[in-house]
């Protein structure tokens, strides 16, 4: 292992600490930019409490509603033109994944003269690194991405059908308020897509990082049996806050970077499922648990002795030995069957899609992220055909 590793981000994590959001604020700035989504956080009650603790801090704020559940590049830029007019100089996410990354892109957008989407990269030949952002604070309403505690940020161009990403030191919010209370209205589904979510984070580098992280290893180990423990507690019962508030912890502990570092980890299952819900606007989730399964089937006969790892230290299962492939492949199973209960999809089929764009999506993802040979990195790296081939098993 070789690596370096800083997370700034200030977490203040418990039921009822939304009361302290405006005392949060006010060390940053006096007028908020209020990022939310499509009106769940209205209805649930949750905006009520963050503009009654603005207030209570003497914070002025302005609105952002409506970011998309696979949030555009047009939000962005509307949020920032907001920001200008305003003249709001702190902002606050306030939602699920979705609208922390369009507020951490806005936060530098706002900054910025040009285009908001020269920040993302898309293949382009120079990709713009902004310098200056305005501080950004994430009150997390889903346990799903973890987008309150990480630097990166994931958005569509809906013109291009094109949907990446950005990731630099400069969009760590400043503070994470993480109050499980908020999340208790999240419906059945949203939910299970959460937990699906953020077992793919980690899945991610356990399986495609290099060998010899004991410590990465049992850390996911433990976000994954916590994911499945409590995930399905809180599906049965949204107000049980003691499973809302495990799943919400593990979410952020899937992507603060923890398990990350050191393991040099590709992400193709996130690749190719970015490219196929720029195409189908489908949630982010499901299309995560269609992708996995299959990638993991594909990638388990090249990367043998990690999966059998998986299926012994998740499932209990008992390996031959470390090129068990059987065993390997029971551990998917288990898992695909686990991603069923919870009624996560497991087939293109059930959301309608078909294989005519199959090659597209491949050839597309390539164009994001590639390793200089044409291939997408990730252990093992994926070819078009790879891709195409791991997309036919998921149909």
Same mark, same amino acid.
């Given at each position: 292992?070789?690596?370096?590793?800083?997370?700034?981000?200030?977490?203040?994590? !418990?039921?009822?600490?939304?009361?302290?959001?405006?005392?949060?604020?006010?060390?940053?700035?006096?007028?908020?930019?209020?990022?939310?989504?499509?009106?769940?956080?209205?209805?649930?009650?949750?905006?009520?409490?963050? *503009?009654?603790?603005?207030?209570?801090?003497?914070?002025?704020?302005?609105?952002?509603?409506?970011?998309?559940?696979?949030?555009?590049?047009?939000?962005?830029?509307?949020?920032?033109?907001?920001?200008?007019?305003? !003249?709001?100089?702190?902002?606050?996410?306030? !939602? !699920?994944?979705?609208?922390?990354?369009?507020?951490?892109?806005?936060?530098?957008?706002?900054?910025?003269?040009?285009?908001?989407?020269?920040?993302?990269?898309?293949?382009?030949?120079?990709?713009?690194?902004?310098?200056?952002?305005?501080?950004?604070?994430?009150?997390?309403?889903?346990?799903?991405?973890?987008?309150?505690?990480?630097?990166?940020?994931?958005?569509?161009?809906?013109?291009?059908?094109?949907?990446?990403?950005? %990731?630099?030191?400069?969009?760590?919010?400043?503070?994470?308020?993480?109050?499980?209370?908020?999340?208790?209205?999240?419906?059945?589904?949203?939910?299970?897509?959460?937990?699906?979510?953020?077992?793919?984070?980690?899945?991610?580098?356990?399986?495609?990082?290099?060998?010899?992280?004991?410590?990465?290893?049992?850390?996911?180990?433990? *976000?994954?049996?916590?994911?499945?423990?409590?995930?399905?507690?809180?599906?049965?019962?949204?107000?049980?806050?003691?499973?809302?508030? %495990?799943?919400?912890?593990?979410?952020?502990?899937?992507?603060?970077?923890?398990?990350?570092?050191?393991?040099?980890?590709?992400?193709?299952?996130?690749?190719?499922?970015?490219?196929?819900?720029?195409?189908?606007?489908?949630?982010?989730?499901?299309?995560?648990?269609?992708?996995?399964?299959?990638?993991?089937?594909?990638?388990?006969?090249?990367?043998?002795?990690?999966?059998? %790892?998986?299926?012994?230290?998740?499932?209990?299962?008992?390996?031959?030995?470390?090129?068990?492939?059987?065993?390997?492949?029971?551990?998917?199973?288990?898992?695909?069957?686990?991603?069923?209960?919870?009624?996560?999809?497991?087939?293109?089929?059930?959301?309608?899609?078909?294989?005519?764009?199959?090659?597209?999506?491949?050839?597309?993802?390539?164009?994001?992220?590639?390793?200089?040979?044409?291939?997408?990195?990730?252990?093992?790296?994926?070819?078009?055909?790879?891709?195409?081939?791991?997309?036919?098993?998921?149909?």
């Amino acid at each position: 292992m070789n690596f370096e590793f800083q997370n700034p981000t200030h977490i203040i994590f !418990g039921a009822g600490n939304i009361a302290r959001l405006g005392e949060v604020v006010s060390e940053y700035g006096k007028k908020a930019l209020v990022v939310t989504g499509g009106g769940s956080v209205k209805r649930s009650g949750a905006f009520d409490k963050v *503009v009654e603790s603005l207030k209570a801090a003497g914070i002025e704020f302005a609105e952002c509603s409506g970011v998309e559940p696979n949030p555009r590049i047009t939000s962005v830029a509307r949020g920032a033109e907001i920001v200008r007019a305003e !003249g709001c100089d702190v902002i606050v996410a306030l !939602g !699920g994944g979705s609208v922390m990354d369009a507020s951490k892109v806005i936060s530098a957008a706002a900054l910025y003269d040009g285009d908001p989407w020269d920040m993302i990269l898309h293949g382009q030949e120079n990709v713009y690194v902004p310098t200056e952002a305005l501080p950004v604070i994430t009150v997390p309403t889903l346990a799903a991405t973890g987008s309150e505690t990480n630097c990166g940020a994931v958005i569509t161009n809906e013109e291009t059908t094109v949907k990446s990403f950005i %990731q630099i030191p400069l969009l760590y919010p400043k503070v994470a308020v993480m109050d499980p209370e908020l999340t208790v209205s999240v419906p059945k589904d949203q939910t299970a897509y959460g937990v699906c979510d953020l077992i793919t984070h980690v899945t991610e580098s356990y399986l495609n990082g290099v060998d010899n992280t004991p410590i990465q290893d049992r850390l996911v180990e433990g *976000v994954i049996l916590t994911a499945m423990e409590w995930g399905p507690k809180a599906i049965a019962d949204g107000s049980d806050v003691e499973a809302r508030a %495990q799943i919400q912890w593990a979410a952020a502990v899937a992507l603060i970077g923890w398990a990350q570092i050191g393991t040099n980890a590709g992400y193709p299952v996130h690749m190719m499922e970015h490219t196929v819900s720029a195409y189908h606007d489908i949630t982010h989730a499901a299309g995560l648990s269609i992708i996995n399964p299959a990638w993991m089937r594909f990638a388990a006969k090249s990367n043998t002795a990690k999966f059998v %790892q998986f299926a012994e230290r998740i499932f209990g299962l008992k390996a031959k030995g470390a090129d068990d492939l059987d065993c390997a492949l029971e551990g998917i199973d288990r898992f695909e069957e686990f991603l069923r209960s919870i009624d996560c999809p497991t087939r293109f089929s059930e959301l309608g899609i078909n294989d005519e764009l199959f090659e597209t999506y491949a050839k597309d993802t390539l164009k994001i992220v590639n390793d200089g040979n044409g291939n997408l990195p990730g252990r093992p790296v994926l070819s078009v055909d790879d891709m195409v081939a791991i997309f036919k098993a998921a149909l």
